[in-house]
T-cell receptor
Framework: AQKITQTQPGMFVQEKEAVTLDCTYDTSDQSYGLFWYKQPSSGEMIFLIYQGSYDEQNATEGRYSLNFQKARKSANLVISASQLGDSAMYFCAMREDGGTSYGKLTFGQGTILTVHP | KAGVTQTPRYLIKTRGQQVTLSCSPISGHRSVSWYQQTPGQGLQFLFEYFSETQRNKGNFPGRFSGRQFSNSRSEMNVSTLELGDSALYLC?????????????FGPGTRLTVL
């Protein structure tokens, strides 16, 4: 079974509008972390936001917020006021607890976001 | 504070050759992880090093190996290159070792095997 599922291969949004990128995850661990990364065409993976499984409040970082619904095992990324520079591939990732997970992020397949002027 | 650096940025090799990629983590970060990114398989975890010890390894053949030095810099080596090894290789460093530790990535090394 896929541990991280991103069901939207591509998304389009108008500049200055908000957009939600979906992510669902699967784990039996109680302690885990969820991450979102942005990858522009240059290839570098840019860290956007982190949510811990025990965090009671949704994480926010500037225009990025993470809509964390633990019972539904979803961790959607919300980008407010989209900008042209937001056009990129976005990855959702999870890091579980335990020895077999040291340093290991499990990634989804990614969502390509295109922002139209 | 300097970010994660990777050298070289681009590399072209032929089948059968070997290659060594280098990664310098953010100062103070002792955990270094390596990933392979291909269009077909996406991002896959190769291995993780912490304090010069490999603590975790992904499902890759033994041709893929790595090491970490006392200054936390890490290298990965691929021997007997195959066409399928063409990929973007990313390394990431982390200060914390648990699930809460954010991983910061370098710009990657794009390897092309001819």
């Amino acid at each position: 079974a896929q541990k991280i599922t991103q069901t939207q291969p591509g998304m389009f949004v108008q500049e200055k509008e908000a957009v939600t990128l979906d992510c669902t995850y699967d784990t039996s661990d109680q302690s885990y972390g969820l991450f979102w990364y942005k990858q522009p065409s240059s290839g570098e993976m840019i860290f956007l936001i982190y949510q811990g499984s025990y965090d009671e409040q949704n994480a926010t970082e500037g225009r990025y917020s993470l809509n964390f619904q633990k019972a539904r095992k979803s961790a959607n990324l919300v980008i407010s006021a989209s900008q042209l520079g937001d056009s990129a591939m976005y990855f959702c990732a999870m890091r579980e607890d335990g020895g077999t997970s040291y340093g290991k992020l499990t990634f989804g397949q990614g969502t390509i976001l295109t922002v139209h002027p | 504070k300097a970010g994660v650096t990777q050298t070289p940025r681009y590399l072209i090799k032929t089948r059968g050759q070997q290659v060594t990629l280098s990664c310098s983590p953010i100062s103070g970060h002792r955990s270094v992880s390596w990933y392979q990114q291909t269009p077909g398989q996406g991002l896959q975890f190769l291995f993780e090093y912490f304090s010069e010890t490999q603590r975790n390894k992904g499902n890759f053949p033994g041709r893929f190996s790595g090491r970490q030095f006392s200054n936390s810099r890490s290298e990965m080596n691929v021997s007997t290159l195959e066409l399928g090894d063409s990929a973007l290789y990313l390394c990431a460093s982390s200060k914390m070792t648990g699930p809460q530790g954010e991983q910061f990535f370098g710009p990657g090394t794009r390897l092309t095997v001819l």
